[in-house]
């Protein structure tokens, strides 16, 4: 019997995928951004088709089926509602939506024909079944609770289903306008920070403030319900007629106008963060209790943007009624092209599944391209690159080396991962011991806010020595405290210090990975998953007794993260990282050939 092939598209709205299936097992997944170093591309995945199939060895001719992650009909009947709802209101935003939607979105079957070359079956699902898809289906779980979270698909907003063996039932749904994902937004845009981007800065920022408003946004925001359902006072928000998500009320309630993005932030935006992100925690909390007594089910399986806010997952596995939780790497909505697919497989061509005990169909996410030692040393030949090779383990012990020295390593090695988490494959690396690490990181590596946490990637094994978790957490989409005894406890000095004066007080004997509230978003990383990736780790435990790295995503402020050897090494040469491993080769700075920079590059970045 010949091979089955599915593809899963997502586009048009933000974070445009595809992903391939060979008779259910995930063979290639890729957002656009990263092959067209276009931010949050929403664009038709050209190059992330082009990728899957060739991954594959296939031709489009040879797919059985092409799904789309949603029901356009569906989403432009809730957009046509909304404006007649709300008319004369939303007539701009109606003039800016609507005629983009008769002329591309809604003939969606024209448009993958027309762009793929393709004239066989395309099917679709609901945005929030492709997001539950994505979350039972690969998960190490033969049956579990789902819960989907995130701003809007086509009406739902939220939703609750339970998955069994192959198959797949949504039990519930929260409808728009009433969403989590936009109250985390309105507070994001709020803030000064960038809609569907901006969201993980405001939770990053929240351990720096008191959750003083939370009393206000439940008393005028929302009317909370015990089973995690709300309803939004829509008095205070723009995104049902206009071209913002707040309004003037809101900014009435809250003391004054959204801050200007890149000001300074004040203890204000801190107290916001605070409180918006206590308030979500609340919400995904109820929502998982009713999950549970829905399905009576011990396993859960979360995804949707929602699914990213790493801190209530943490609370989730920690405070919540499930004994294991899992949660789909690619959440949001690239993560629809793989969940469609899944639901072909499944649903249409009625595929048994099988659950390995303890293992997801993930791949540990390392589902993008590669590139061979030829492919990388033909380009670094071609730049006049200074480099070394090195076999394993040499390569390992080297640049442990030089994490040990307090070196920050652009770490390039096998398949690039799938989602917005940097997972030991296209990554940025540093000593967690150093307490200057954060800093050097973020504002001369990153081009970033100062203020923004870094994770530990930690050996699986030694996970408990360090933090208050002992589980799986391949995907780092989970925030546990630092365990007590490194913890170093802060001055009476220290203490009454306020806001962004705290960053630069050690926590623990691993500062670069402590947040300010003693909290870290952990990586569990095993031999079987992430390979020379674990032998780094343990080549540096070895070296220093430490089985902990920083990990953070190996790209600047405002770009996707890194895809090619000439992505990597571009941004090597652009900021101040000591030392590049592209796959078997490692490039110090100082053997470079001069890097002359781009004008625009300078006035982005301000550099000198």
Same mark, same amino acid.
């Given at each position: 019997?010949?091979?089955?092939?599915?593809?899963?598209?997502?586009? /048009?709205?933000?974070? @445009?995928?595809?992903?391939?299936?060979?008779?259910?097992?995930?063979?290639?997944?890729?957002?656009?951004?990263?092959?067209?170093?276009?931010?949050?591309?929403?664009?038709?995945?050209?190059?992330?088709?082009?990728?899957?199939?060739?991954?594959?060895?296939?031709? $489009?001719?040879?797919?059985?089926?092409?799904?789309?992650?949603?029901?356009?009909?569906?989403?432009?009947?809730?957009?046509?509602?909304? +404006?007649?709802?709300?008319?004369?209101?939303?007539?701009?935003?109606?003039?800016?939506?609507?005629?983009?939607?008769?002329?591309?979105?809604? +003939?969606?079957?024209?448009?993958?024909?027309?762009?793929?070359?393709?004239?066989?079956?395309?099917?679709?699902?609901?945005?929030?079944?492709?997001?539950?898809?994505?979350? /039972?289906?690969?998960?190490? /779980?033969?049956?579990?609770?789902?819960?989907?979270?995130?701003?809007?698909?086509?009406?739902?907003?939220?939703?609750?289903?339970?998955?069994?063996?192959?198959?797949?039932?949504?039990?519930?749904?929260?409808?728009?306008?009433?969403?989590?994902?936009?109250?985390?937004?309105?507070?994001?845009?709020?803030?000064?920070?960038?809609?569907?981007?901006?969201?993980?800065?405001?939770?990053?920022?929240?351990?720096?403030?008191?959750?003083? +408003?939370?009393?206000?946004?439940?008393?005028?925001?929302?009317?909370?319900?015990?089973?995690?359902?709300?309803?939004?006072?829509?008095?205070?928000?723009?995104?049902?007629?206009?071209?913002?998500?707040?309004?003037?009320?809101?900014?009435?309630?809250?003391?004054?106008?959204?801050?200007?993005?890149?000001?300074?932030?004040?203890?204000?935006?801190?107290?916001?963060?605070?409180?918006?992100?206590?308030?979500?925690?609340?919400?995904?909390?109820?929502?998982?209790?009713?999950?549970?007594?829905?399905?009576?089910?011990?396993?859960?399986?979360?995804?949707?943007?929602?699914?990213?806010?790493?801190?209530?997952?943490?609370?989730?596995?920690?405070?919540?009624?499930?004994?294991?939780?899992?949660?789909?790497?690619?959440?949001?909505?690239?993560?629809?092209?793989?969940?469609?697919?899944?639901?072909?497989?499944?649903?249409?061509?009625?595929?048994?599944?099988?659950? $390995?005990?303890?293992?997801?169909?993930?791949?540990?996410?390392?589902?993008?391209?590669?590139?061979?030692?030829?492919?990388?040393?033909?380009?670094?030949?071609?730049?006049?690159?200074?480099?070394?090779? /090195?076999?394993?383990?040499?390569?390992?012990?080297?640049?442990?080396?030089?994490?040990?020295?307090?070196?920050?390593?652009?770490?390039?090695?096998?398949?690039?991962?799938?989602?917005?988490?940097?997972?030991?494959?296209?990554?940025?690396?540093?000593?967690?011991?150093?307490?200057?690490?954060?800093?050097?990181?973020?504002?001369?590596?990153?081009?970033?806010?100062?203020?923004?946490?870094?994770?530990?990637?930690?050996?699986?094994?030694?996970?408990?020595?360090?933090?208050?978790?002992?589980?799986?957490?391949?995907?780092?989409?989970?925030?546990?405290?630092?365990?007590?005894?490194?913890?170093?406890?802060?001055?009476?000095?220290?203490?009454?210090?306020?806001?962004?004066?705290?960053?630069?007080?050690?926590?623990?004997?691993?500062?670069?990975?402590?947040?300010?509230?003693?909290?870290?978003?952990?990586?569990?990383?095993?031999?079987?998953?992430?390979? @020379?990736?674990?032998?780094?780790?343990?080549?540096?435990?070895?070296?220093?007794?430490?089985?902990?790295?920083?990990?953070?995503?190996?790209?600047?402020?405002?770009?996707?993260?890194?895809?090619?050897?000439?992505?990597?090494?571009?941004?090597?040469?652009?900021?101040?990282?000591?030392?590049?491993?592209?796959?078997?080769?490692?490039?110090?700075?100082?053997?470079?050939?001069?890097?002359?920079?781009?004008?625009?590059?300078?006035?982005?970045?301000?550099?000198?």
């Amino acid at each position: 019997m010949s091979d089955r092939y599915i593809l899963g598209i997502s586009a /048009f709205y933000h974070d @445009s995928a595809a992903a391939l299936l060979r008779n259910g097992e995930i063979v290639a997944a890729g957002q656009e951004e990263r092959f067209t170093r276009k931010k949050g591309d929403s664009g038709f995945p050209h190059e992330a088709v082009r990728f899957c199939l060739g991954e594959a060895g296939i031709a $489009v001719s040879d797919l059985a089926a092409v799904g789309f992650y949603d029901k356009p009909l569906l989403k432009f009947e809730r957009i046509l509602e909304t +404006y007649l709802g709300v008319v004369p209101r939303g007539f701009q935003s109606f003039l800016m939506a609507g005629p983009l939607w008769i002329k591309e979105k809604l +003939y969606i079957d024209k448009t993958l024909q027309q762009e793929l070359g393709y004239s066989g079956p395309i099917l679709y699902s609901e945005h929030h079944e492709a997001h539950a898809a994505s979350a /039972f289906f690969p998960s190490p /779980f033969e049956q579990a609770a789902v819960l989907t979270m995130d701003g809007v698909g086509e009406w739902a907003t939220a939703s609750i289903g339970a998955g069994r063996g192959s198959t797949l039932e949504i039990l519930d749904e929260l409808h728009w306008p009433d969403s989590l994902g936009l109250l985390y937004s309105a507070f994001t845009y709020y803030t000064g920070f960038k809609v569907n981007s901006g969201e993980y800065k405001v939770m990053g920022l929240a351990p720096y403030g008191e959750p003083k +408003y939370v009393d206000l946004i439940y008393k005028e925001l929302l009317d909370l319900r015990e089973d995690g359902s709300f309803r939004l006072n829509q008095k205070y928000f723009n995104y049902l007629t206009g071209l913002t998500m707040t309004n003037e009320a809101f900014a009435d309630l809250f003391g004054g106008p959204a801050r200007v993005p890149e000001s300074k932030l004040t203890q204000k935006e801190m107290d916001l963060a605070r409180s918006v992100q206590a308030v979500c925690e609340e919400i995904m909390l109820r929502m998982a209790r009713t999950a549970h007594k829905r399905t009576g089910s011990e396993n859960l399986c979360l995804a949707g943007g929602v699914a990213l806010n790493c801190v209530g997952n943490g609370r989730l596995l920690r405070e919540g009624p499930f004994k294991h939780v899992w949660i789909q790497p690619a959440s949001g909505d690239a993560g629809g092209a793989l969940g469609v697919a899944q639901l072909i497989h499944y649903r249409h061509f009625k595929q048994p599944r099988t659950v $390995v005990p303890g293992r997801d169909a993930m791949r540990a996410s390392y589902l993008g391209p590669q590139f061979t030692p030829e492919q990388i040393e033909s380009y670094l030949k071609s730049v006049n690159a200074g480099y070394r090779r /090195f076999s394993d383990p040499e390569r390992f012990d080297h640049v442990a080396g030089h994490l040990a020295d307090e070196k920050i390593v652009g770490w390039f090695d096998g398949r690039m991962e799938f989602g917005p988490r940097a997972l030991g494959a296209r990554s940025i690396l540093g000593d967690p011991r150093s307490p200057k690490m954060q800093t050097d990181m973020n504002i001369k590596i990153k081009f970033r806010e100062g203020f923004r946490p870094f994770a530990p990637s930690v050996l699986r094994e030694r996970v408990a020595d360090y933090f208050e978790h002992d589980s799986d957490s391949p995907y780092m989409l989970l925030v546990a405290p630092v365990k007590k005894e490194r913890c170093i406890p802060l001055t009476a000095a220290q203490h009454q210090l306020w806001g962004i004066d705290k960053l630069n007080v050690p926590r623990s004997d691993i500062p670069a990975v402590t947040h300010i509230d003693y909290s870290a978003r952990i990586q569990t990383v095993t031999p079987e998953a992430n390979g @020379s990736y674990y032998h780094l780790i343990k080549a540096f435990e070895t070296r220093t007794g430490c089985p902990v790295v920083v990990n953070t995503s190996f790209n600047v402020r405002g770009e996707p993260i890194v895809c090619t050897p000439e992505d990597a090494y571009r941004c090597f040469m652009r900021t101040n990282i000591d030392v590049l491993v592209l796959g078997p080769f490692v490039l110090e700075k100082s053997a470079q050939p001069e890097w002359k920079e781009t004008k625009a590059w300078q006035d982005e970045f301000q550099l000198d």
